[in-house]
């Protein structure tokens, strides 16, 4: 009998329900499991009591400090997160959310692109290898 592996836990910080519930169903239907955090308070208590594979964060969340505070005090609490964060952005243009992605070295994911480039973003986070079923396609 083959051991299952272990489904990838990812936490998803986002505020909006309509995008939370994409976020959700997109990550049960690759093999994830996804836990909802609505603002950093609960994400840091989450992620101190539990361990993550990685992280969506919406930069837009009405409910966060800026990235350049979000990102060091999640790392801090898990440091292997540390390259695990994929943000979700609406169209970057401002230059403090850009210097922010640049400084951290974070993927992001525009928000209109969710759907179509959220999994091949997150198999390259967390180094997902192709099951025989992907390889066959």
Same mark, same amino acid.
């Given at each position: 009998?083959?051991?299952?592996?272990?489904?990838?836990?990812?936490?998803?910080?986002?505020?909006?329900?309509?995008?939370?519930?994409?976020?959700?169903?997109l990550l049960a239907g690759g093999g994830c499991e996804g836990h909802v955090a609505y603002d950093i308070r609960q994400a840091l208590g989450m992620i101190r009591n539990d361990s993550f594979d990685a992280v969506l964060l919406d930069l837009r969340s009405t409910n966060l400090p800026p990235a350049d505070e979000i990102i060091p005090a999640?790392?801090?609490?898990?440091?292997?997160?540390?390259?695990?964060?994929?943000?979700?952005?609406?169209?970057?243009?401002?230059?403090?959310?850009? /210097?922010?992605?640049?400084?951290?070295?974070?993927p992001h994911v525009p928000r209109n692109k969710?759907?179509?480039?959220?999994?091949?973003?997150?198999?390259?986070?967390? /180094?997902?290898?192709?099951?025989?079923?992907d390889s066959a396609s």
């Open positions: 009998m083959d051991a299952q592996p272990q489904p990838r836990k990812i936490l998803i910080i986002e505020d909006e329900p309509a995008i939370r519930n994409v976020l959700f169903v999640i790392t801090k609490v898990r440091p292997s997160l540390l390259g695990r964060v994929l943000v979700i952005t609406g169209e970057v243009t401002d230059p403090e959310t850009l /210097a922010t992605l640049e400084r951290y070295t974070l969710i759907v179509s480039d959220l999994w091949n973003s997150l198999r390259t986070l967390l /180094a997902f290898t192709p099951s025989r079923a």
